[in-house]
């Protein structure tokens, strides 16, 4: 469902029954019809105004709910979709995949194996699991790639596990494969496994109401309404994401506790114990260090209730140096030899040895050092060996940070068959800004969505981006208006006045709305939207042709009534009834695919509400000023009259019910500021697909690593 949600159609009927109130009695004035008539009709007109309303509520509920297992069953779908894609664009298996071993973490990190037994075989219902295949001792969690699935489900009595790592040792890596194992064993009635990154929640908000956020953000068509017997924990009918959550269908895996400000850590346990149930399956990735300092940091050890862990082990040296030889081009290529010195160091403790000790830093030193094929002429690419030079990198620190200040630069060295449209300049100067927005205006989240980009700008340029349009549009309006009615001073004077008017509300009120707009992604057409504007065609022709009736004769005001309503009454359907609509759940909408889909809704919405109000507005001046002063004059000025108000409803329509146009001026401010690239979109894309900077969480873009967003929001700009 999109924004046609009967609480928001509620306010937008009733601002336009006002607003027809307001015009009627300002025509009753112009026409010396007297204001006592026309209030009375206004107010007969009430009646069926509220029983069209009361009808359209009422259909409403019902029109798009599913049930929870269809609901299910479509999310996995995505859910497989969504990361098989995205592990293919993350080379994850190129050249092959990096072996991801673990061992049980210490005693202390975890809760004790009898306890995890009993718990389980103490729930109601049984055990998720078969006691049999359940090891004796924690040391059984043992394992490697592949075999994450089978612990998880298998070896973890309540399925409730901790994964602890050191930076950039492949936690998010495992999750991915933990997440297609689970979704490939799944049955109908199993819980669908979600990813979420903790680095954009606040433990002061519920965790629920953050995690149904983040999948109404990722998947779009959960905010579908949930079936009417259900009921979300406030009671009160919700979406669909809300209601899988409180049915326990989704299962969370959550990534990068560590991510989150240290002094949260152990607030941040806390409240997952509070929010998850004991028999709730879940995951939560962290990094050792982080994790140990929340479980001590008060006098209350918190740790995650019923959960087992596993401590992610380093690469072995062969493991390491046979995966830089191989994707140089294999143990007898040329480029391979290049790591020979380098080779010697990993698995020490040297700072090179512990940089290139965790798959991230293997990543990035083979972007950098190893020399791609086709690749134009230009520098040639530096030689592993410098990372050697204890002098110049005395540390790990000091490794880690040139590697990442390298990367930007390797990653946009031209080479075919996808050579950068960027220089590494331009690349660069952008990440920093995308990366200082992340850390500073959106509180550190890892998540890059296009339509929170508004956000960037200072709060009054945020304002004039709504202003702007809107004041143009309802001059053009008002201008036309009034110079028909009288003249050109007139529609001068009125087209600058009503500009400013408007601009000013709309910049106080659409202001607000300025980044934080959810895109939609298509128009769906609602049957009741017809009876309702009908309805109020009909109202307004009652209460126009009552007024004409005690003014100056029945004959007239029916005349008018019938005249004007049905014009004004299809305008109002289409007003109404015309909804954007989100995806349904097994669609896959990235983030230039819900650019572009958002960007042709409001295209769309807006000649749609334009031609809609522009006719009904046109056919309203044409009637009245063509019975006052002949069909010549009035249909000249209602055709003038009904193309003004038709870009201007437009305009505001599809400023009202998309994202693309406040990004696109947003966009236009900061190209002008040299902060990011004309063809923004084009960018972010390519630097997912082709360069592997960033990374594609459903809708929306992340920094490959935040340790990588962390650096760049550091450089001074």
Known sequence: MGRGRPGRVGVRYLLLVVLGTIVALALSRYFHLGTAQ???????????????????????????????DTAAGQLAVAVKAQWDDEAAVRRVNDPYPLPVAWRATDDDLAESWPLLTDLARAWPGGPPGDPALWPHHPAGLAGADA?????FTDRVPTRRLVVLGEPGAGKSVLLIRLLQDLIERRTDSSPVPVLFSLASWNPRQPLKTWLAEQLRRTHPGLRTPAPT???????????????LLDAGRILPLLDGLDELPPAWHATALDALNRALPAKQPLVLASRAAPYRAALTCSDTTVRLNGAAAIQLLPLTPEAAADYLRRDAGGPHAPAADRWDTVATSLGTATPVGQALGTPLGLFLARTIYNP???????????????LCDTTAFPDRTTVDTYLFRAFIPAAY??????????????????????????????????????????????????????????????GLAFGVAGGFGGGLAVGLAGGLAGGLAVAIAFGRTLGRRVGSATPSTRLRWSPSGLAVGLGGGITLGIALGIAGQLAGGLGGGLAGGLAVGP??????????????????????????????????????????????????????VGVTFGDSYGVGVGVTNGLGVGIAFGIAFGTAGGLSQTAWAYFVM???YLVVRRKVPRDLMAFLRDAHEHRSVLRQVGAVYQFRHIDLQRHLAQHQT
């Open 38 to 68: 026309t209030a009375v009709a206004v107010v007969l007109s009430l009646a069926p105004a509220y029983i069209t309303w009361a009808a359209f509520r009422a259909d409403r509920a019902e029109a798009t709910a599913i049930d929870l």
């Open 147 to 151: 075999q994450i699935g089978e612990v």
């Open 229 to 243: 017997p259900v009921t979300t924990t406030a009671g009160a009918p919700g979406d669909l994401a809300q209601a």
């Open 372 to 386: 791609r094929p086709n690749t134009e002429p230009g520098p040639a690419a530096p030689h592993p060996d410098e």
């Open 413 to 474: 060295t031209p080479h075919n068959p996808y050579p950068p449209r960027w220089t590494a300049e331009q690349a660069h100067r952008t990440f920093v800004f995308l990366a200082q927005f992340l850390q500073n205006q959106r509180g550190g989240s890892p998540d890059l969505a296009w339509w929170e980009l508004p956000q960037a700008l200072p709060a009054r340029t945020r304002r004039l981006t709504a202003a702007i349009p809107a004041g143009i549009a309802g």
């Open 567 to 620: 014009a004004v009454g299809i305008a109002l359907g289409i007003a109404l009834g015309l909804e954007t609509e989100e995806p349904d759940l097994t669609s896959i909408t990235g983030p230039v695919t819900q650019f572009s889909l958002d960007r042709r809704a409001f295209i769309a919405f807006g000649l749609a509400v334009g031609i809609a109000f522009g006719v009904g507005v046109g056919v309203g």
């Open 666 to 668: 947003a966009r236009t």
